[in-house]
């Protein structure tokens, strides 16, 4: 009969501690959560209206007027080709920084005219990212 007790406390006390560890990682899986949902706006150059301006598919949502936007755009190399020790040559992309402008206009949900600073060559397709 003693035995039956010491183990139904053993067991009481294994829940309250797992209980005491669960609402312990509670802040750190909400945390996680919204670390998962925070994110730099990003989109694409719909229209190069003309040198100096541009529609971008950042809307109402993601941008405001004045907001700094970034363009890039991919460099892809071809490797050699084939299989070198196993391995597949694949190409090798990175993203590269074009240059800067700015947000004059937000036209709607999806869609904001930007100001292209001088000097700066975009075309169509390239991706446009929202500066902290």
Known sequence: MKHKYVKNALNTKEKTMKSKNRIRLFPLL???VFAGCAHTPRGTVAMKVNPGEAHV?????EVKVGDRVAFFKNQCKKPLGGVHQGVHNDPVCERVKIGEGRVTRVINES???VHVDPGVEISEGMIVERRG
């Open 111 to 113: 869609y904001s005219v």
């Open 57 to 61: 598919v950042l809307g109402v949502h």
């Open 30 to 32: 909400i945390a996680f």
